[in-house]
Structure formats: C-alpha cells, structure tokens
Nanobody, 115 residues
Framework: QLQASGGGLVQPGGSLRLSCTAS????????MSWVRQAPGKGPERVST????????SYADSVRGRFTISRDNAKNTLDLQMNNLKPEDTAVYYCAKDPWPVRDNWGQGTLVTVSS
C-alpha cells in the first residue's frame, strides 16, 4: 500500500512537502515516482527516484522547483515542492515501478495552488 499526505491549499510561490508511506512490498527494491493528475487531464509523471536514491529525474515542468527523496529505512518517499504555480494544482500520487500501471499508485493527496 502507498499512502500520500501533505497536500493542501497554498499561494503561488509557496512551498509544500508531500510524503508517502509504503507497506506490503519491498520498498528498497523499487524505483518510485510521484505522479499527478490535474482535473480533466491525463496523468503526468512528475519525478522518479532510483532504488538507492542516487539517480533522480524530473518532468521539465517541475525541474529546478521540486526535489524527490526517499528513506529506505523508513519506507518513505518525499517530494519537496517550491515556487508552486497554479498549474501545479492536481492530485498527487506516489507510485511504485512501473508507474503507468494504475494499480501501482497509492491514495492521492490534493494540492491546490491559488491566491
């Protein structure tokens, strides 16, 4: 299971930190991703992190503003989001590899960026 938390309402330019707790599988053996889905749009992979955390990748839309990290000892995945923009508004999900498989997503958390 994957359970995301930390979403909320934030003004443009603000920051939020999302967290995800994993259970029921070998967390340290899986690449992990954050995926978001805005209202009326398809899912977008935001960021991915390797098993050890040494390799990360980001969508162009968030590179330089978001940072993904993981703690394999605690089975947690985080996403630090800075300089948030209205277009970042979406439900954010943590997902185990392969991320396009919907069953690999956890319960999402809503992020709303608005003044």
């Amino acid at each position: 299971q994957l359970q995301a938390s930390g979403g909320g309402l934030v003004q443009p330019g603000g920051s939020l930190r999302l967290s995800c707790t994993a259970s029921g599988f070998t967390f340290s053996a899986s690449f992990m991703s954050w995926v978001r889905q805005a209202p009326g749009k398809g899912p977008e992979r935001v960021s991915t992190i390797s098993r050890s955390g040494s390799i990360t990748s980001y969508a162009d839309s968030v590179r330089g503003r978001f940072t993904i990290s993981r703690d394999n000892a605690k089975n947690t995945l985080d996403l630090q989001m800075n300089n948030l923009k209205p277009e970042d508004t979406a439900v954010y999900y943590c997902a185990k590899d392969p991320w396009p498989v919907r069953d690999n997503w956890g319960q999402g958390t809503l992020v709303t960026v608005s003044s």
